[in-house]
């Protein structure tokens, strides 16, 4: 333990200082909007707001997966919440999540919107809206079901966990990041151990199960996440490494990873997607110079 100081907590915890760190701006104890802000509504039945986290990107693919196998009610605008500067505290996006997370979705297709949030969510009911994606035979549906909720409840370990202490907390712990590098490469381990049985998470076919893991696991064996391949030796996972090429490969993956990405390469970022003209160069460069 090389921890410079020891911290007993009081016997009931106050929120009296700044947490620290990469998102001490937006840290509170409680819930609720801070500030009057309606949500824009583009022509589409889909409205998605969101930025492209992990969490992100995940819806942002399954739609482009959508369009890219023909199903054309899945066409939909992607509006920017930027939430280093509190968006998702808005008084129109906390009536869509009360929660304040990103992605939030809602679908005016019927006679009236429906909201759906959490990213796990709104894979499952566009999977089914659209019938597309996940198995409808008894073993393999319980299967995609499966590792589309492993990777909602182990998540929260590699990014708060390990992400947050390796990548953005104010000081460095090392109890904390190896506790969290532990986890993560027992995390990686179980999937690299999965994708050596079957070609995809679920079984042969791409399902929203691989959706939903990509965006965390390939990215973080991508180099992508975290600037951490080396720390956690993530060449190791050659079957994780195989599944994340192939997945990247698959042009609606680049499509959905660009949509409302707002660092890196200029030509990996679309603010903001209402059609699927967007992508097109051309466009792209008019946006940038602020056509």
Not at 127 to 135: N, R, T
Not at 193 to 219: F, H, K, M, S
Not at 262 to 270: D, R, T, Y
Request: charged share 25%; net charge negative.
């Amino acid at each position: 333990m090389s921890d410079a100081a020891t911290y007993t907590p009081p016997k009931v915890w106050n929120w009296h200082k700044p947490s620290g760190g990469r998102f001490a701006n937006i840290n509170r104890p409680v819930s609720g909007a801070t500030h009057e802000r309606e949500l824009p509504v583009g022509r589409h039945k889909l409205q998605l707001y969101s930025l492209a986290t992990p969490n992100g990107v995940k819806v942002t693919i399954m739609l482009e997966e959508l369009l890219a196998a023909g199903h054309e009610g899945a066409e939909y605008d992607a509006w920017l919440v930027r939430i280093n500067e509190g968006d998702q505290f808005g008084s129109g996006f906390v009536a869509v999540n009360p929660n304040s997370k990103i992605p939030a979705l809602m679908d005016r297709s019927g006679d009236a919107p429906v909201r759906v949030f959490e990213s796990g969510a709104i894979l499952l009911y566009l999977a089914e809206k659209f019938g597309a994606f996940l198995p409808t035979e008894t073993a393999l549906r319980a299967e995609c079901l499966s590792w589309l909720f492993w990777q909602m409840g182990s998540a929260p370990y590699l990014g708060g966990g390990f992400g947050h202490f390796y990548a953005y907390a104010p000081t460095k712990i090392e109890y904390a990041i190896d506790r969290f590098a532990m986890e993560a490469k027992r995390q990686l381990d179980v999937l690299d151990r999965r994708l050596a049985q079957t070609e995809y998470l679920a079984g042969p076919d791409y399902t929203l199960a691989d959706i939903a893991v990509w965006p965390w696991y390939g990215g973080l064996v991508s180099g992508l996440l975290y600037e951490a391949g080396e720390f956690l030796q993530v060449q190791d996972y050659k079957n994780v490494q195989r599944w994340t090429k192939a997945i990247l490969d698959r042009p609606a993956v680049q499509r959905g990873r660009k949509v409302n990405r707002i660092s890196g390469e200029l030509s990996s970022q679309l603010h903001e997607r209402h059609d699927a003209a967007d992508f097109d160069t051309r466009t792209q460069d008019k946006l940038e110079a602020g056509g």
